[in-house]
């Protein structure tokens, strides 16, 4: 079988990132662009931290396609990688729900079938992501994902087997490159440095 080599990639600073905002659509900030590009011509200089991929792919979030842009990517968009759902909280700050509406954020924070927005629970979106990275391990080759920091959390809970509660521990930052790669049987999460020259 054909191994598969897969980078899921986080996209840069959004305001509403910054702001602990539900589900909006916006750009890359003026310091997640400038994090990109420098991200980008530091990789250039050593010949790219996330090397020669025949596929590329991205969410379909304008911040997303952004970032993919500014490494210099061509991304086919996969719905598969999109953010969350988050119903009725979309656009509205983790600090308004917790005083309009702290039981349910709680009962959200602290079971992942819970979905009290009217949106996707997060268990949904490992079911999603998960589909996704079992067809990636079917399909074999080299791919880079360009997507959102609670997709990468529970791509990884999926792939090594975790407990769903677990996604919580996983803290995934801007601009985050994880390596995953499989020769079928099971993913292995890859850690390193950048290759040099």
Do not use: K, N
């Amino acid at each position: 079988m054909t191994g598969t080599s897969l980078r899921l990639v986080a996209h840069g600073h959004t305001a509403a990132l910054r702001r602990a905002r539900f589900g909006t659509d916006d750009g890359l900030d003026e310091g997640g662009l400038r994090a990109a590009l420098a991200q980008a011509q530091a990789g250039a200089d050593r010949r790219g931290p996330l090397g020669v991929h025949a596929t590329c792919l991205s969410s379909p979030a304008v911040a997303a396609r952004q970032t993919a842009d500014a490494f210099g990517l061509l991304p086919a968009i996969e719905t598969a990688l999109a953010d969350c759902d988050y119903g009725a909280w979309s656009g509205r700050s983790l600090e308004e729900i917790a005083e309009s509406q702290p039981q349910a954020l709680h009962d959200w924070l602290s079971a992942p079938e819970s979905a009290p927005h009217g949106g996707e629970s997060v268990s949904a979106v490992r079911d999603r992501v998960g589909s996704w990275l079992d067809e990636q391990q079917e399909s074999g080759g080299r791919v880079i994902a360009v997507t959102h920091p609670l997709v990468i959390r529970v791509a990884v809970v999926h792939a090594l087997g975790l407990p769903m509660a677990t996604y919580r521990q996983v803290d995934v930052e801007p601009l985050a490159v994880v390596r995953l790669t499989s020769r079928g049987a099971r993913w292995q999460l890859r850690l390193g440095a950048p290759r040099a020259g």
